[in-house]
């Protein structure tokens, strides 16, 4: 299991997780759950801070951090 950190408006939260999908799956379902807005997931694998968001792609290809 890896720890990530969940960062929403309302501020922000540690958990655990298999993997980077089922992190980002879970960090959406509590910002669900308890009513939050969720900006992004980081982990800190091998010392390396890394960023997970979601993100919309249009029709132009063009990529909008949601």
């Known amino acids: 299991m890896y720890e990530y950190k969940c960062f ?3 501020g ?3 958990f655990y997780a ?3 999908t ?3 799956r879970l960090a959406l379902f509590y910002c669900w759950r308890d009513g939050e807005d ?15 968001r979601l993100c ?3 029709k132009t290809n ?4 949601l």
């Open 38 to 52: 969720f900006i992004k997931v980081q982990n800190n694998f091998g010392g390396q801070p890394y960023t997970l």
């Open 22 to 24: 089922d992190a980002l």
């Open 8 to 10: 929403t408006r309302q």
């Open 18 to 20: 298999d993997s980077d």
């Open 56 to 58: 919309k792609i249009d």
């Open 62 to 65: 063009s990529i909008t951090t």
């Open 12 to 14: 922000s939260w540690r």
